[in-house]
């Protein structure tokens, strides 16, 4: 589903140069659920940028979905943002001055669907997240967990074949991340390929596989076997 080879993401400023990713290749088959961890500045969000269209490689290649992408014109991966991948934040993203349903309606208005098809798919997401009661009320009436669930039900509305979750349980309390990793599960085990960056390794063992990435590169590469052990499968070396 997803491909990397050789990716590199240098960013400039002036005579100043940062290198956030360097030569970072690994592939996510479709329906997988993948964890990335590491420390703060490691190149985690880089690289989920990456993955979701929003950023460039400097160099390497990408492939989505079979499509090579790394060359190809904005107006084609604004395309494929739009119809295959759903976002999730840490911080929400919800627009204030509209209720729940709107938040999530806006994600489908963005795509062209028709009005009674988009009510019916709000209040279908609304339902699966828990949240059909709240529908009519703005984000700050609700609290962070609930505050999510929005997130993943805009997000999810679309029916994305991709969810990239960047810290999604990271401003939540245990038992709203609790819910919010049912949530990826269930999207998990509906066919949607998700990957999560994460800084708790509670929330990244519920993942098939975990990536490590360390100053910009693949330190390891685990997937989790039948008892819950992370089993390394590759290493930088």
Known sequence: MLKLEDVARTYRNGKVEARALKGVSLEVAAGEFVAITGPSGCGKSTLLNILGLLDRPSSGRYWFGGEEVTGVAESRLARLRNEAIGFVFQNFNLIEDLCVADNVEAALIYRG??????????????????????????????????????????ALVSRPRVLLADEPTGNLDTDSGAAVMVLIRQSVAEG??????????????????????????????????????????????
């Open 113 to 154: 669907v028709r009005r009674n098809e988009r009510k019916e798919r709000v209040q279908a997401a609304l339902e699966k997240v828990g949240l059909a009661g709240q529908a009519r009320m703005r984000p700050d009436r609700l609290s962070g967990g609930q505050q999510q669930q929005v997130a993943f039900a805009r």
């Open 192 to 237: 949607v390929t998700v990957v999560m960056v994460t800084h708790s390794p509670v929330h990244a063992a519920e993942a098939q596989r975990t990536i490590r990435l360390l100053d910009g590169q693949v330190a390891s590469d685990g997937r989790t076997d039948s008892s819950g052990l992370l089993r390394v499968v590759g290493e930088a070396g």
